[in-house]
């Protein structure tokens, strides 16, 4: 297949490029650089069945010749960047998935939505299923981020009803791994280098909240399985191991051995406001359908999230 990733240089984006290229696909990375980074893909410069294009998805996409399949990954998923930048989340889930959408109908190509576990906002029904509808402020901060994917998706069903796109759409649910970035704020990254570092973990507010994390190997399987799937609407990929985040806190002291403090902070900003309590996804339907289920255990993938961000720490 010659298949377009967009948000390519970014940290699923560019697995899933590794991922393509060893099946022996043509990979088309397209990436406007403003949260990816083309350290993430520098591996792949050179590489015959590779191809970066620096282009901002809201503005009309160009591709001369075949395309098979078109995986729209471009976001600002991380609460941080979507708090800085929020008119650009807006843009590329509502403007950029039309982009990308029409450029699917007019290659008739299989159209492969990254969406989010966000679409549940603040959920009053736990775990989260396919079914479940949502509780979204729309004028919240994080609402940003949570409409456009949300409007992503009813774009994205309304060319699978009215111009037989064949679609698939991936709510995807907290997801680490190497190639994340240091500074994007999330829970992941911000434990991990301040562990390595001696420096505090920041745990904003009690740490009662609770989310389930997944290894980025997994995920990227389980979202090549659903490219590959005849399912065209919304499946989890997640792993179902919640905890608490005062708990996860506890597990990246013990995998990195350090002895930095647990500090309890209210952030002065609006970014923990309307934060999920509580988050795990229902994997029924993706164990059905795809007969996918997360192996790479929380040691594990911390183990390698480690060694990555202690590469970039200097620490190696
Ligand atoms: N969080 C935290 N300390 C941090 C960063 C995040 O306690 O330094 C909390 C955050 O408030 C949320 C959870 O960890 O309850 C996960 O946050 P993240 O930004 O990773 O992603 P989210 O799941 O909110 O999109």
Same mark, same amino acid.
């Given at each position: 297949m010659r298949i377009l990733i967009t948000g390519g240089a970014g940290f699923i984006g560019s697995h899933l490029c590794d991922r393509l290229l060893s099946a022996g696909h043509e990979v088309i990375a397209m990436d406007n650089l403003s949260t990816g980074s083309v350290d993430n893909i520098?591996?792949?410069?050179?590489?015959?069945r590779f191809q970066f294009i620096k282009h901002d998805v809201t503005n009309y996409i160009f591709l001369e010749g075949p395309v098979d399949a078109v995986l729209h990954l471009a976001s600002l998923p991380s609460p941080v960047d979507y708090l800085n930048f929020p008119i650009q989340t807006l843009k590329v889930g509502a403007l950029g998935t039309h982009k990308t959408l029409g450029l699917a109908m007019e290659k008739k190509a299989i159209f492969l939505l990254a969406s989010?576990?966000?679409?549940?906002?603040?959920?009053?029904?736990?775990?989260?299923?396919?079914d479940y509808w949502g509780n979204v402020?729309?004028?919240?901060?994080r609402g940003v981020y949570d409409e456009s994917k949300r409007f992503a998706e009813a774009l994205t069903m309304a060319y699978h009803n009215y111009h037989n796109v064949d679609t698939r759409v991936v709510r995807i649910f907290n997801t680490y791994g190497p /190639?994340?970035?240091? *500074?994007?704020?999330?829970?992941v990254p911000n434990f991990i280098c301040q562990a390595l570092r001696g420096e505090p973990l920041t745990i904003y507010d009690d740490g009662s909240r609770t989310r389930s994390f997944c290894y980025v190997e997994d995920m990227v399987e389980g979202m090549i399985r659903l490219l590959h799937s005849r399912e065209a609407t919304p499946v989890n990929l997640g792993n179902p191991a919640e905890m608490t985040i005062l708990d996860f806190a506890r597990k990246v002291l013990e995998v990195t051995g350090s002895d930095s403090e647990i500090e309890f902070v209210t952030p002065?900003?609006? /970014?923990?406001?309307? *934060?999920?309590?509580v988050r795990c996804p229902d994997i029924g339907k993706a164990k059905r359908v795809l007969m996918w289920e997360p192996k790479v255990s929380l040691e594990e993938g911390l183990q390698q999230a480690m060694t990555y961000f202690r590469g970039k720490l200097g620490l190696t």
């Amino acid at each position: 297949m010659r298949i377009l990733i967009t948000g390519g240089a970014g940290f699923i984006g560019s697995h899933l490029c590794d991922r393509l290229l060893s099946a022996g696909h043509e990979v088309i990375a397209m990436d406007n650089l403003s949260t990816g980074s083309v350290d993430n893909i520098a591996h792949l410069a050179g590489h015959e069945r590779f191809q970066f294009i620096k282009h901002d998805v809201t503005n009309y996409i160009f591709l001369e010749g075949p395309v098979d399949a078109v995986l729209h990954l471009a976001s600002l998923p991380s609460p941080v960047d979507y708090l800085n930048f929020p008119i650009q989340t807006l843009k590329v889930g509502a403007l950029g998935t039309h982009k990308t959408l029409g450029l699917a109908m007019e290659k008739k190509a299989i159209f492969l939505l990254a969406s989010t576990s966000e679409v549940y906002g603040d959920p009053l029904v736990h775990p989260q299923a396919e079914d479940y509808w949502g509780n979204v402020n729309p004028v919240g901060p994080r609402g940003v981020y949570d409409e456009s994917k949300r409007f992503a998706e009813a774009l994205t069903m309304a060319y699978h009803n009215y111009h037989n796109v064949d679609t698939r759409v991936v709510r995807i649910f907290n997801t680490y791994g190497p /190639r994340m970035r240091m *500074d994007d704020g999330r829970v992941v990254p911000n434990f991990i280098c301040q562990a390595l570092r001696g420096e505090p973990l920041t745990i904003y507010d009690d740490g009662s909240r609770t989310r389930s994390f997944c290894y980025v190997e997994d995920m990227v399987e389980g979202m090549i399985r659903l490219l590959h799937s005849r399912e065209a609407t919304p499946v989890n990929l997640g792993n179902p191991a919640e905890m608490t985040i005062l708990d996860f806190a506890r597990k990246v002291l013990e995998v990195t051995g350090s002895d930095s403090e647990i500090e309890f902070v209210t952030p002065t900003d609006v /970014r923990t406001k309307d *934060d999920p309590k509580v988050r795990c996804p229902d994997i029924g339907k993706a164990k059905r359908v795809l007969m996918w289920e997360p192996k790479v255990s929380l040691e594990e993938g911390l183990q390698q999230a480690m060694t990555y961000f202690r590469g970039k720490l200097g620490l190696t």
